[in-house]
Antibody, heavy 119, light 106 residues
Framework: VQLVESGGGLVQPGGSLRLSCAAS????????MHWVRQAPGKGLEWVSD????????DYADSVRGRFTISRDNAENSLYLQMNSLRTEDTALYYC?????????????WGQGTLVTVSS | DIQMTQSPSSLSASVGDRVTITCQAS??????LNWYQQKPGKAPKLLIY???NLETGVPSRFSGSGSGTDFTFTISNLQPEDIAAYYC????????FGGGTKVEIK
C-alpha cells in the first residue's frame, strides 16, 4: 500500500489549495478514505472522509463549508479542495486508507503534505 | 460530537516497565476504539483496533482493553523502540482522536 500526498505549500489567509493523494497497492475503488491533519507539535485531527462510491461524505465542523473531499476511482486518486483558508488550518495533512472491515479504522497513512497558511 | 480524554499527556518509564495509558469517551462507543503509535517525524501506525485486537505484525507486548466509555492501552515490557506518541481514536460517531501521550525512556 502506498499513499503519496501532494499539493501542499504556503498560502495567504483566505486563499485556496487543492491536495491530491495518489493511491496504489490496494483496491482503491473499494476503499473508504480519510484526510487527517496534524498542526505543528500538536495532536491528530480528523478532517473528512468519503466512502468508495462518493455517496457518503462527512466533514469535521472546523472545515465544513470550506473544504471539499472528492475522489476519482479511475485515477486511484483522492482530493481535498481547501477554500477560505485560515491560519489555524496550518498542518501536515495525511491521506489515509480505511480498513475494509470498518471505515472507522485507519490502517494505512501517507507521509503527509504540509500546508502553511500565513501572510 | 464525542470527546476523547486521554491521560497522561506524557510519561517517562524505564526499559522493561509496564506502561498504561487511559482514554475516556464522553459517550458510550461500545468497542469502537483504536490505538495508534506515532514515532518522531513519522506517520501514525495502527496498533490496536476495536479496543483489544492486535493489528497484524504488532508485537504482543502491546495490548488494549475496555468498552463503553473507558479504555486502557498497555505496553507490558517497554522497549527503547517504543519511544513515540500514542493516540486513541473513536469511531462510534464520526472520528475523534485523543490528545495523545508522549512516552519517553527514563
Amino acid at each position: 500500500v502506498q499513499l503519496v500526498e501532494s499539493g501542499g505549500g504556503l498560502v495567504q489567509p483566505g486563499g485556496s489549495l487543492r491536495l491530491s493523494c495518489a493511491a496504489s497497492g490496494f483496491s482503491f475503488e473499494d476503499s473508504a478514505m480519510h484526510w487527517v491533519r496534524q498542526a505543528p507539535g500538536k495532536g491528530l485531527e480528523w478532517v473528512s472522509d468519503i466512502n468508495w462510491s462518493s455517496s457518503r461524505i462527512d466533514y469535521a465542523d472546523s472545515v465544513r463549508g470550506r473544504f471539499t473531499i472528492s475522489r476519482d476511482n479511475a485515477e486511484n486518486s483522492l482530493y481535498l479542495q481547501m477554500n477560505s483558508l485560515r491560519t489555524e488550518d496550518t498542518a501536515l495533512y495525511y491521506c489515509t486508507k480505511a480498513s475494509s472491515a470498518y471505515p472507522g479504522i485507519i490502517d494505512y497513512w501517507g507521509q503527509g503534505t504540509l500546508v502553511t497558511v500565513s501572510s | 460530537d464525542i470527546q476523547m480524554t486521554q491521560s497522561p499527556s506524557s510519561l517517562s518509564a524505564s526499559v522493561g516497565d509496564r506502561v498504561t495509558i487511559t482514554c475516556q469517551a464522553s459517550h458510550d462507543i461500545s468497542n469502537y476504539l483504536n490505538w495508534y503509535q506515532q514515532k518522531p517525524g513519522k506517520a501514525p501506525k495502527l496498533l490496536i483496533y476495536d479496543a483489544s485486537n492486535l493489528e497484524t505484525g504488532v508485537p504482543s507486548r502491546f495490548s488494549g482493553s475496555g468498552s463503553g466509555t473507558d479504555f486502557t492501552f498497555t505496553i507490558s515490557n517497554l522497549q527503547p523502540e517504543d519511544i513515540a506518541a500514542y493516540y486513541c481514536q473513536q469511531y462510534g460517531d464520526r472520528l475523534t482522536f485523543g490528545g495523545g501521550t508522549k512516552v519517553e525512556i527514563k
